[in-house]
């Protein structure tokens, strides 16, 4: 009996769970909603940002709260070499108000950023949520005025609208007062939930004196027969919340923007002011927010800086691909033109053609591999509007259009054929 082991095959390697490889059809609306907001932004004269994939450990723990779900049990945090806490990103306006602060950005107030790319949560993956995620994210900072607060609004609404998605997408929309009005309705939640402490969720009880607010936006049906009758915030507004979020809705309503009032929508964080705001939709089951933000006028200071009133939104780039697609909003490019070389010795002829096709806007196709006698059939299968066959007559490489091109293209496509190698 030999000796030798047989050697296993190495297992291949698989995908980490909660991440994906987006190919295809999915791509493709990935990438029409990624143009489409940098068309947008540039209307609105957004400016373009990048920041760093990680920042400190305490950008995100200062922003978002040592007690929020995401710091205490989402977050991707590691030691690097120098025994430094890191955090891969969960989110973008951290790393804004940080890149704001340290760049000196403040000299641009009021500053209009967009920026997009992945962000990193341990979750439990579900429909159009993953562990590595991408997001779509645009912030007024510097601005205190109802406007910055309006021109977001309608610039998401508009970014919805091109996307062809906005069907069947409400706007809701809600006050958190400014800092009196939520600090009074946030004591009056708290003498509420306090009587019922021992009938709520254990999630809800932990947060009762911390942050009253969030058990508002619990799922849990233990808290949702209490939060129903909870104290609403209208009745704590002051006359300059009343009126912040009176001249919001007007321009809203002025730029056509439609919008219905959630009395229970909320943000936990205690830096949020003023406007809470999410876009929803029922198309995509239980996640149903494609887009959400709000005023966060503290989330500044909260990071050591000077007192600057900021507002900003985001949205996933995945769960607005999947309703590109389920509008059916992506049609594959039509193929235009191919460009069967017929004969080998006129290959480069064929190349220089081609690229010169490509360079004048048509989008072109060669087919060069394979018997040269069937190159011919083999493109006529492709079905593009107009086929060009390439190939030596008389010693000279030429070209003919062998097929008929509709009218439009086949125009183009004459005066390039009139112009090119002269």
């Known amino acids: 009996m030999s000796s030798d082991k047989t050697k296993s095959a190495p297992a291949t390697p698989q995908a980490i769970r909660g991440t994906q490889d987006i190919f295809g059809p999915d791509a493709e609306a990935f990438a029409f909603v990624v143009e489409t907001f940098e068309r947008v932004r540039r209307l609105y004269r957004f400016r373009r940002a990048e920041m760093p994939v990680f920042e400190k450990t305490a950008v ?3 922003s978002l709260g040592e007690t929020t779900d995401v710091v205490s049990k989402e977050m991707y945090s590691f030691e690097d070499r120098s025994g430094e806490s890191l955090t891969l990103r969960p989110e973008f306006t951290a790393g804004i108000a940080r890149a704001y602060l340290t760049n000196g950005w403040q000299q641009h107030a009021p500053l209009k950023l967009a920026t997009h790319g992945p962000l990193f949560r341990y979750e439990r993956p579900q429909k159009g949520r993953y562990r590595q995620f991408h997001q779509i994210d645009a912030e007024i900072l510097g601005a205190g005025e109802p406007q910055a607060d309006v021109e977001l609004l309608v610039m998401a609404d508009q970014i ?9 997408v409400t706007l809701q929309l809600n006050t958190l007062g400014d800092a009196p009005s939520r600090e009074a309705w946030r004591a009056a939640l708290i003498d509420y939930f306090r009587a019922v402490k021992g009938e709520l969720s254990e999630d809800s009880q ?9 058990i508002l936006d619990s799922k849990d049906p233990r808290d949702k027969v209490f939060t129903a009758d909870a104290p609403k915030i209208d009745a704590f507004l002051s006359q300059e919340a009343q009126d912040f979020f009176g001249k919001v809705t007007a321009g809203l309503d002025a730029a056509g923007v439609a919008w219905t009032r959630a009395p229970t929508l909320v943000r936990g964080l205690d830096y949020y002011r003023h406007t809470a705001f999410e876009f929803v939709t029922d198309r995509l089951g239980a996640q149903g927010t494609v887009l959400g933000g709000g005023r966060y006028d503290g989330l500044i200071e909260a990071l050591g800086g000077p007192h600057t009133p900021a507002v900003g939104w985001a949205a996933g780039i995945e769960r607005l691909a999947m309703l590109v697609a389920d509008y059916g909003q992506i049609v594959e490019e039509r193929l235009q033109v191919v460009v069967a070389v017929e004969d080998d010795t006129a290959l480069q002829y064929a190349t220089r053609l081609i690229a010169a096709l490509r360079r004048d806007g048509f989008v072109s196709e060669m087919v060069a591999t394979g018997s040269p006698r069937k190159r011919f059939d083999k493109a006529v299968k492709m079905n593009a509007d107009c086929l060009i066959a390439v190939g030596i007559q008389d010693g000279t490489a030429g070209m003919k259009i062998r097929s008929s091109p509709i009218s439009e293209l086949g125009e183009r496509l004459q005066k390039f054929v009139e ?3 002269r």
Do not use: H, Q, V
């Open 206 to 214: 932990e947060r009762l004196e911390k942050n009253p607010l969030r």
């Open 419 to 421: 112009t090119w190698g």
């Open 60 to 62: 995100f723990s200062r």
């Open 160 to 168: 919805l609208k091109e996307l062809g998605i906005a069907e069947g």
